[in-house]
């Protein structure tokens, strides 16, 4: 994964790294109202939604979508590359989970 895209790099004012292995990586993230992380890659995932949220993902190709996030639901996700931002008025907060192999 290029250095300047790696999310714990591009998005580190939201996500911090939890554990990492050769296999997966878990990042916590956590989003204030209204704040964004940088253009970002990731692996193949899994996200976990710790509390509702409203994000919009804008992606590389620029058609961005809006997301109603809810407590205790998953998504998988293949590897990407995006900005987020939190338009919500709450904080955030989910577990990203990637998938190395």
Request: net charge neutral.
């Amino acid at each position: 994964m290029e250095e300047n895209l790696d999310t714990l790099h591009a998005a580190s004012n939201v996500s911090k790294l939890v554990m990492e292995n050769d296999r997966v990586r878990v990042l916590d993230a956590r989003f204030k109202p209204g704040e964004k992380a940088a253009m970002h890659k990731h692996f193949d995932h899994v996200m976990y939604m710790f509390n509702d949220g409203k994000v919009k993902i804008t992606p590389l190709n620029g058609k961005t979508q809006i997301a109603d996030l809810k407590a205790g639901q998953a998504l998988w996700m293949e590897a990407t590359a995006h900005i987020v931002e939190n338009l919500g008025k709450t904080d955030f907060h989910f577990l990203v989970i990637e998938l190395k192999k």
